[in-house]
């Protein structure tokens, strides 16, 4: 078993950043840093050193233009555009990985043709409807969503509350909330949402539509990286007083999988993965 860093898996996330900034950059496509990637480009200057991913936001039509384009643009021998809801990759958003490495996440799989290599998060971010009511539909309906692709994916779980909840998303058709949660695309709409990158909190994820048109560039390890105008406003919404260092005792790796490898591509665990049960994911090993 690879003995990998957090500095080390940091390192191949910022060759995905790279690779993903220099696509946008060629095609003029807008994105922000996001979530603690954001923070730690406001507070660090780089990664938040006991952080192990990387996640980037774009408004619905940015994210389009992205997706269409990525696959061509890449070393497909080095990099893999894991696009949302294709044939082996149900989920509600999509990601950028890194070819022969491994990143094993807390997942009974499914289906063992998944791409599981190391990767940033791309998430998409959605019209939000004028009324708040709706916007709360546009909320419940978003989790239907992530959770009926966590079933398919194989997500595993000991709560009997997520269980249930799980069990009920597969008798909702997922074109009906899907209809609720992606609302025709309105360039004069002033606000949109990012419920489909899985954020807990409702008014954690509705934002004026300002934040992700507005961007200018920011200091990220050692070079520029796109991200919103208004990160200040962002970062206090999502963390408070998000300058203030959390305790040292506090300053722990969430751990997102239990099998990081850098130098091995992830077909090699495949009999892990199908020996798995939910107690493994108590500890990552690296």
């Not at 603690?36 to 940015?62: C, N, Q, S, Y």
């Amino acid at each position: 078993m690879a003995t990998v860093t957090v500095r080390e898996h940091q390192a191949a996330l910022y060759e995905l950043l790279c690779e993903f900034d220099r696509i946008c950059q060629k095609y003029n496509i807008r994105y922000t840093l996001f979530a603690g990637t954001l923070l730690g480009a406001v507070r660090h200057k780089g990664f938040i050193p006991w952080d192990d991913d990387a996640d980037v936001l774009m408004l619905r039509e940015d994210y389009d233009r992205f997706m269409a384009v990525a696959s061509k643009e890449t070393d497909q021998l080095r990099f893999f555009v894991q696009k949302e809801n294709t044939k082996h990759w149900p989920m509600f958003f999509s990601k950028l990985r890194l070819q022969g490495t491994s990143c094993i996440e807390k997942y009974v799989p499914k289906d063992f043709k998944t791409h599981m290599g190391v990767y940033i998060d791309i998430f998409p971010c959605d019209c939000a409807a004028d009324r708040e009511f709706l916007r709360k539909c546009q909320y419940y309906a978003s989790k239907i969503i992530i959770a009926k692709s966590l079933a398919r994916r194989g997500y595993a779980t000991d709560s009997k509350k997520k269980k249930l909840f799980m069990a009920f998303s597969r008798i909702v058709p997922l074109k009906l909330v899907r209809r609720i949660v992606l609302l025709p695309n309105k360039k004069g709409s002033k606000l949109v949402h990012s419920f489909l990158s899985a954020g807990k909190k409702y008014e954690k994820n509705v934002f004026p539509r300002t934040w992700l048109e507005e961007t200018c560039k920011m200091n990220f390890e050692d070079r520029q990286f796109s991200v919103t105008k208004c990160y200040d406003r962002m970062l206090t919404m999502l963390y408070g007083d998000y300058m203030v260092l959390p305790k040292e005792s506090e300053r722990i790796c969430k751990v997102h999988a239990v099998v990081v490898d850098l130098e091995n591509s992830y077909e090699k665990y495949a009999e892990l993965q199908r020996n798995m049960k939910i107690t493994d994911f108590t500890q990552s090993i690296r």
